[in-house]
Every structure is written in C-alpha cells, then in structure tokens.
C-alpha cells in the first residue's frame, strides 16, 4: 500500500503544472576554511529562490563570522567587498546608498552552527555575483548565480 501511495504521489508532482511545484531552494554551507560549498548555480527568471546559508564552523562569530551577499546583476565583486571590510557595525554590510544600492539580497551575519534563509526573485537573466563580505574572506568565498 505504502508503494502504491509513493508511485501515486511522484506521478501527481510529474503532472502538475510548474506553478504548482515549489520555488527552488538551495542550501549553501560555509566553513572554518573560508570556503562556500557551491561555487555557482543556475536559476529561472521570476522564479522565487530561497537560499540558506548554513555556518558549519566551530570559530566564533567575531572571528569567523559568515554571511552570503548577492550583488546585482554585473557587480563586481572587489570594489564591493573593499567597502564592506569597513562596515563592522553594520555586520559588513555597507550603509552608504551608492554601495548598499549594489546588493540585491544578504543573509545575516552566522556564528557556527547559525543558518539564515533569504528569498530572492531575479526578475533579468544574466550573472549575478555572491560572496562573504566578512573581511578577508571574498578572495576565497564568492561564487555565480546565472540567471537563464
């Protein structure tokens, strides 16, 4: 019974409509070795995404703190994260209009074992820029979304 329930339940998500189906999500860790392990992904236009960044550090906070910051489409990522290492009271998020105006979306700064979840609806294809405004840490955590 338990199979035949299973089988009717994947035939029924096969055939519904995609705006049935749930928004994609993706999950993304981060470490004590300044490292996310997703590198890049893809996405649809419109489509709603959540992501979750996930700290599976043991380091404190205030030494290893990590966040996810998507910039807009076509940002550059080191003039961006230049800005952030000075932003400590914001949690590395600048607070000047022209620098905050690049970023689309940012999670929460995590301590170990945090997670934070942000949505975000690309509304344009093309690539868009994400890194760990944590200072230091974007010569090694930053990473592509493409947006198709």
């Known amino acids: ?13 096969a055939l519904a409509p995609a705006s049935l189906l749930a928004d994609q999500e993706v999950t993304v860790n981060c470490n004590d070795q300044m490292q996310f392990d997703k590198k890049a992904f893809e996405v649809k236009v419109g489509e709603e995404v ?40 914001t949690d590395f998020i600048p607070a ?20 934070d979840t942000i949505t975000v609806t690309f509304k344009e294809a093309g ?3 994400y890194l760990c ?7 090694l955590m930053q990473g592509k979304i493409t947006v198709k």
Do not use: C, Q, R, W
């Not at 019974?1 to 998500?13: D, P, R, W």
């Open 96 to 115: 000047d209009d022209a620098t905050k105006g690049k970023v689309l979306a940012n999670s929460k700064l995590l301590g170990p074992g945090e997670t």
């Open 127 to 129: 690539v868009y820029n």
């Open 1 to 13: 019974m338990k199979s035949l329930v299973n089988t009717f339940f994947a035939a029924a998500l």
């Open 133 to 139: 405004s944590f200072p230091g840490h974007f010569g």
């Open 50 to 89: 959540k992501i979750t960044l996930k700290n599976i550090g043991k380091l404190p906070k205030v030494a290893m703190g990590h966040n996810l910051v998507i910039l807009k489409k076509d940002e550059e990522v080191p003039a961006f994260a230049m800005k952030a290492m000075t932003a400590k009271d």
